[in-house]
């Protein structure tokens, strides 16, 4: 069974300021990694994810998060935040063959100007 | 681009009455999913198609929820009776086969149980 802890509930950040949202899973078998953002009153958006390959994987907007096998983490940082950065982010695990995704309590990123 | 569609966005029903949820998937996803996500919780999985083809209910109330895909294409979920506690957001999915494709979310239907 899979199950994935997002460390963070709520992170204020000033705008500009680095951040690293926080999330570990934990699974029996091989694990693909995701981060999706919510918006208020709106479905889920892919943000990135891993499946294979480079440990490094970055979104098309300066996120970047690095699958850490031995400390079974896949943290999402950017170094510089904007307000229209402000949402909830997700962090999600799947590994069966039919892709069912098990995901992560959120954590709300809050940029302040 | 094209888009998960779900309707409606919002439903607000008394306890026992029954509700029902559509969703249209990307065309050509073989594979859709329905979620429930509770208010300060992330989606949870309730049901699973692999075409018209369930393959994963596990966390489905089967007492009072029912899915169903019947051409493989858009999908149903009714409620029947609504309970207080399954006022939540309900989110479809979908992805070209399942496995590590991703899922395209749509907007979700959120329902408030009187």
């Known amino acids: 069974a899979q199950s994935v802890t997002q460390l963070d509930s709520q992170v204020p950040v000033f705008e500009e300021a680095p951040v690293e949202l926080r999330c570990n899973y934990s699974s029996s078998v091989s694990v693909y990694l995701f981060w999706y953002v919510q918006y208020p009153n709106q479905g889920l958006q892919l943000l990135l994810k891993y499946l294979s390959g480079s440990t490094l994987v970055e979104s098309i907007n300066g996120f970047e998060a690095e699958f850490n096998k031995s400390q079974t983490s896949f943290h999402l940082r950017k170094p510089s935040v904007h307000i229209s950065d402000t949402a909830e982010y997700f962090c999600a695990a799947g590994g069966t063959s039919y892709g069912k995704l098990t995901f992560g309590q959120g954590t709300i990123l809050t940029v302040h100007p | 681009e094209a888009e998960v569609a779900q309707s409606p966005r919002y439903k607000i029903t008394e306890k026992s009455q029954a509700v029902a949820f559509w969703c249209d998937p990307i065309s050509g996803h073989a594979t859709l999913y329905w979620y429930r996500q509770i208010l300060g919780q992330g989606p949870e999985l309730l049901v699973q198609?692999?075409?018209?083809?369930?393959?994963?209910d596990s966390q489905l109330p089967k007492d009072r929820f029912s899915a169903e895909r019947l051409k493989g294409v858009d999908s149903t979920l009714k409620i029947q009776p609504a309970e207080l506690g399954d006022s939540a957001m309900y989110l479809c999915?979908?992805?070209?086969?399942?496995?590590?494709?991703?899922?395209?979310f749509g907007p979700g239907t959120r329902l408030t149980v009187l």
């Open positions: 198609f692999q075409d018209e083809s369930v393959v994963d």
């Open positions: 999915a979908s992805s070209l086969t399942g496995a590590a494709d991703t899922q395209y």
